[in-house]
T-cell receptor, first 115, second 114 residues
Framework: DADVTQTPRNRITKTGKRIMLECSQT?????MYWYRQDPGLGLRLIYY???????NKGEISDGYSVSRQAQAKFSLSLESAIPNQTALYFC??????????????FGPGTRLTVL | QKEVEQDPGPLSVPEGAIVSLNCTYS??????FMWYRQYSRKGPELLMY????GNKEDGRFTAQVDKSSKYISLFIRDSQPSDSATYLC??????????????FGQGTILTVHP
């Protein structure tokens, strides 16, 4: 059973459409993250949340918004999708361990194509 | 200039070879250093974790951190076809607003052929 799930796994949409990507976790972690992955650019942080009431912008938040509905759920929205938002999107969770270790656990990813 | 630089490869080696993957970084506040492995169509998984400078060994994998040179490496001995994946270095700072946030390298695509 997957600890971090993402829906949908694949999505094709058109420019200007509103899109929501959802992430759920059963690990009981407080911290959740959204990344996008592009070829040659690695993983870039979009938004992160250290608890339900704490939402922070990451490196590339423009054009995105998030909602932390519960400890276990963190959604990413594209209000008006554009083609350069075509990418692989990952949700991750973590819980601060002993000594500051902060291992992040990733979901399987959502492949988004904006036409 | 990116905070973390990683040679994207791709890297192709024969089975049994020793593989060296490297990252350089510019932020001296980084204290925690990680290597993630990502198989095709999967999310990244933590492979190695080190704190500050030094070496860490786990089976065929060895992670090295040289903070004076701002350079980290991952060595894979006796590489296997199952090691074929994208390897991502990641780093985070201790304390402050950066605490808990990872900065990733671009990833190196490794193929080990039989």
């Amino acid at each position: 059973d997957a600890d971090v799930t993402q829906t949908p796994r694949n999505r094709i949409t058109k420019t200007g459409k509103r899109i929501m990507l959802e992430c759920s976790q059963t690990k009981g972690h407080d911290r959740m993250y959204w990344y996008r992955q592009d070829p040659g650019l690695g993983l870039r942080l979009i938004y992160y949340s250290f608890d339900v009431k704490d939402i922070n912008k990451g490196e590339i938040s423009d054009g995105y918004s998030v909602s932390r509905q519960a400890q276990a759920k963190f959604s990413l929205s594209l209000e008006s999708a554009i083609p350069n938002q075509t990418a692989l999107y990952f949700c991750a969770t973590s819980d601060l361990g002993t000594g500051g270790r902060d291992e992040q656990f990733f979901g399987p990813g959502t492949r988004l194509t904006v036409l | 200039q990116k905070e973390v630089e990683q040679d994207p490869g791709p890297l192709s080696v024969p089975e049994g070879a020793i593989v060296s993957l490297n990252c350089t970084y510019s932020n001296s506040a980084f204290q925690y250093f990680m290597w993630y492995r990502q198989y095709s169509r999967k999310g990244p998984e933590l492979l190695m974790y080190t704190y500050s400078s030094g070496n860490k060994e786990d089976g065929r994998f060895t992670a090295q951190v040289d903070k004076s040179s701002k350079y980290i490496s991952l060595f894979i001995r006796d590489s296997q076809p199952s090691d074929s994946a994208t390897y991502l270095c990641a780093m985070s700072a201790a304390g402050g607003t950066s605490y808990g946030k990872l900065t990733f390298g671009q990833g190196t695509i490794l193929t080990v052929h039989p």
